[in-house]
């Protein structure tokens, strides 16, 4: 997974959502072995909003409480530390990351789905415990982070691609423009923030058919899979609801959900749903054709979107109408902490705060948004009846722009506001400029990613070719070394692969070596990386797996390539494959030493039965 795409080169971008705040925290603190419960309790008790959510999930009927959980610290010894960072990271992505620069990207469906389909997955495995419903929430809400992440890194082409295509279709234009999919790169993240290998694993299963054995990780994938079907029923209007029912009825079943009690499990997922929408600021109307986002429409509204604040009511709605009547779009609060707040939620382009005012005045108002990223560009006009010159620097030493003298003249107000326009204006197009920069440069990078893809990809298989493998195993093997995790290497050769090119020509070889690298895609784990080596040969690296671990995966391989044989060419005798292992232990054999070991064990296969697994020794 993850072949031909520099994950850690994407990371270090910092172009990706990621866990900030307390979560961050938290999250840093479980990596710590001595973390304990109640040291991580206080550090989520100084967080109200996570405090109360985290009670309210552990309260929930998903997580089945036996009896209420009052305080934090119950709450966090009943789902376990790695639960609460887990849950902790995802609800903090949802709240920085209400909307974006992609235009195309639906941000409030995207969370409106993906809180559908945590509490549908919870609900579901609160009924069926395949894994804790706490877990299977996290799994839930970040099950398509992919998406976000590529509209977040790239929004301008992530936008031509969502204009473009949509399905499995989509999945190959993000191939084509990233070198990864919002699957894979799924995957990817989920793991890199500490999601188990297991889960993984089960999302990675969702996204195909039906698996035939039956074990945890499978049936938790089935779950999966359904409750995103539950989660288009929850955001779809009732006329798609009646239509989507008998599927759903249907599908239930294998879930032991009767089709009579359906309807009431569904309206249980609903009902929660909303609710976990009022805890996390997440609209749940149920539709299916959405409205435009206000950030669509507010570009034809003439004027400026204007924040303002005083606690003189009658002045407010004076100069709201006022304002309004000139062609401005107004908002209105009496208060700097609550300003504070829609700032950082609506972004308006400028803010009129009066001075004196509490719990924050105006000037602690501008002070704070200065010191933040989303501040620093906003223009502020501050009303206030001082005017002493120690009080006017002081106030420009805080950050306002300009200021009005009270009782407020419209005239001269308005005056102020046509200077700060032109301000904003120029605001404007220097943005456009840079961000026409970064489109020129974002392109150029996919360009150059394109055709490192193209060099270090297997134009046959579409697999990685051997130039990235030994590439990649060496960058596996730094890794080894600095973490003390052991890893593995599978060499892999076709059996009679030459009577196959002689007999049926090598375009029938080429269907071959398809069909076996297309069973290799699907059979390794999704930490692992599988290659074309050359010829008929493949390698696959597994990392942080020791050999014996490995011997077991390349039997799993080894048989299910031999049970799904070519469909479409008569072979001249039943497709195999031999495979020989090698595995380190500590900073040995090297790797170099591991590819040789791995061909020797291979030999030592193809010189006796064939279609066996052989693990090196040294």
Not at 250 to 268: G, M, P, Q, V, W
Not at 273 to 286: A, P, S, Y
Not at 367 to 382: A, S, T
Request: hydrophobic share 45%; net charge negative; glycine share 6%.
């Amino acid at each position: 997974m993850g072949e031909d795409f520099n994950f850690h080169e994407f990371k270090a971008s910092k172009h990706l959502p990621s866990p900030a705040g307390t979560a961050l925290t938290v999250m840093q603190l479980v990596q710590k072995t001595d973390t304990s419960v109640q040291k991580l309790a206080e550090v989520i008790k100084a967080d109200p909003a996570l405090t109360a959510r985290i009670l309210s999930f552990a309260n929930s009927a998903a997580f089945g409480a036996r009896r209420p959980i009052a305080n934090v610290f119950d709450a966090v010894q009943m789902m376990g530390l790695h639960a609460v960072r887990n849950f902790a990271v995802s609800l903090s992505l949802v709240g920085n990351n209400r909307q974006g620069a992609c235009t195309q990207f639906d941000y409030g469906t995207y969370w409106m789905k993906s809180l559908a389909t945590a509490v549908a997955i919870a609900v579901l495995t609160a009924r069926e415990r395949t894994v804790a419903p706490e877990e299977a929430f996290t799994v839930g809400i970040l099950a398509d982070i992919g998406k976000l992440a590529l509209a977040t890194a790239w929004p301008d082409i992530y936008s031509k691609c969502l204009a473009q295509a949509s399905g499995a279709e989509l999945l190959k234009l993000e191939e084509q423009y990233f070198a990864i999919n919002h699957r894979r790169l799924t995957l990817i993240l989920i793991q890199d923030w500490g999601i188990p290998e297991v889960f993984v694993n089960a999302l990675k299963m969702s996204f195909g058919p039906p698996q035939a054995e039956v074990n945890r990780m499978v049936r938790f994938a089935s779950q999966l899979a359904f409750a995103r079907q539950i989660a288009h029923y929850c955001i779809a209007d009732d006329p798609y609801r009646k239509v989507s029912l008998p599927d759903l009825q249907r599908d239930a079943a294998l879930h032991n959900i009767e089709k009579e009690a359906f309807s009431t499990f569904a309206e249980d997922v609903v009902c929660q749903w909303h609710e976990w929408g009022k805890l996390i600021d997440v609209q749940t109307e149920t539709r299916l054709t959405f409205p435009e986002t206000e950030s669509d429409t507010s570009n034809t509204l003439p004027g400026l979107r204007i924040l303002l604040v005083d606690d003189d009511a009658l002045l407010l709605t004076r100069l709201c109408k006022q304002l309004t009547a000139a062609g401005h779009q107004v908002e209105v609060c009496r208060d700097g902490k609550s300003a504070l707040q829609i700032v950082l939620e609506r972004k308006p382009q400028l803010l009129i705060t009066d001075w004196r005012m509490s719990p924050m005045d105006g000037l602690a108002l501008t002070k704070i948004l200065r010191d933040l990223e989303i501040g620093k560009m906003l223009y502020v006009i501050m009303l206030t009846a001082a005017t002493t010159e120690d009080e006017l620097v002081e106030a420009f030493d805080a950050g306002i722009d300009d200021y009005v003298t009270k009782p407020v003249n419209l005239r001269i107000l308005l005056a102020r506001i046509r200077a700060g326009q032109r301000i904003i204006t120029l605001q404007q197009e220097l943005e456009k400029e840079k961000q026409e920069i970064e489109h020129y440069n974002a392109e150029l990078a996919v360009a150059n990613r394109r055709l490192s893809v193209i060099a270090n990809t297997d134009m046959l298989t579409g697999l990685p070719n051997r130039r990235y493998a030994l590439s990649r195993l060496q960058q596996e093997w730094e890794a080894v070394l600095r973490h003390q995790k052991s890893i593995s290497v599978m060499m892999l050769d076709l059996d009679h692969f030459k009577m196959v090119n002689d007999t049926l020509g090598h375009d029938a070889g080429d269907v071959v070596l398809t069909h076996v690298a297309n069973i290799m895609k699907t059979a390794v784990r999704a930490t692992d990386i599988a290659c074309r080596f050359g010829g008929e040969e493949f390698l696959v690296i597994a990392t942080n797996t020791d050999g014996q671990t490995a011997l077991s995966l390349a039997e799993r391989i080894r048989q299910v390539i031999q049970s799904q044989q070519p469909k479409d060419i008569d072979l001249p005798r039943p497709l195999t494959v031999s495979i020989g292992v090698a595995g380190s232990v500590g900073n040995r054999p090297g790797w170099q030493e591991l590819i040789k070991l791995a061909d020797a064990a291979l030999y030592e296969v193809k010189a006796g039965t064939r279609n066996a697994s052989s693990l090196a020794s040294y």
